[in-house]
Every structure is written in C-alpha cells, then in structure tokens.
C-alpha cells in the first residue's frame, strides 16, 4: 500500500522559513516522481515543486523559485521541502504527492497517489 505521510506545517512570520517532509512507502521508487503542490484559500490547487527519484532532478514553479528547495533522502524515503523567504501569498494547504516519472509534471493529473496535506501560513 503506498502511503505518504507530510509533516512540518505550521505558522512563520514573513520571511521566515519552514521545512515540509513527505514520509513515502509503498512506491518503487526509481520509477516515480514526487512533488508538492499547495491550494490556498479559494484558490485551485497548483504545482510547487518535483524532484525525478532515480535521477534528482527538480523542476519549480516560477513562484518559488529561488526561495524553495525540494530534496530527497534515499535512506530515509523521504523528500523535503525547505521554504525560505516565505510570502503571505504562500499561505496554503501543501500536498505531497506521487506519479510515474513519464508522466509527472505539472499537472494534478498527473499524480496518482496523495498524502494529507499540511497547513502553511505566513503572516505579514
């Protein structure tokens, strides 16, 4: 069963920085990508951040660009999220999730599996 676990939300003044994890089981990994995206108050949900398994690739979102990071940890089957330089517009729920490497990009539909997500809110 795949399960992804988020942790690391909470509240951060502007300009602060905060760590997301993404806890992953399940998956065979080499063949997936795993990103974060976030849904802000009345917003659609939109892509964050992707890192390919196999390779470390990451690609970002214009919009965070230069302030976020997404990394993995092979032992640990886990992918972080540092965010720095947080912006109120950053506020959002932030999801992890999981979906094969050939067809992850950008899209929720192209995800297949979810963790719970996790609340960011940055105050100005």
């Known amino acids: 069963q795949v399960q992804l676990v988020e942790s690391g939300g909470g509240s951060v003044q502007a300009g602060g920085s905060l760590r997301l994890s993404c806890e992953a089981s399940?998956?065979?990994?080499?063949?997936?990508?795993l990103g974060w995206f976030r849904q802000g108050p009345g917003k659609e949900r939109e892509f964050v951040a992707r890192?390919?398994?196999?390779?470390?690739?990451?690609y970002y979102a214009d919009s965070v660009k230069g302030r976020f990071t997404i990394s993995r940890d092979n032992a640990k089957n886990t992918v972080y999220l540092q965010m720095n330089s947080l912006k109120p517009e950053d506020t959002a729920v932030y999801y992890c999730a999981a979906g094969p490497s050939r067809v992850a990009l950008v899209k929720r539909s192209e995800y297949n599996y979810w963790g719970q997500g996790t609340q960011v809110t940055v105050s100005s």
């Open positions: 890192i390919r398994w196999s390779s470390g690739a990451t």
């Open positions: 399940g998956l065979i990994f080499n063949m997936y990508t």
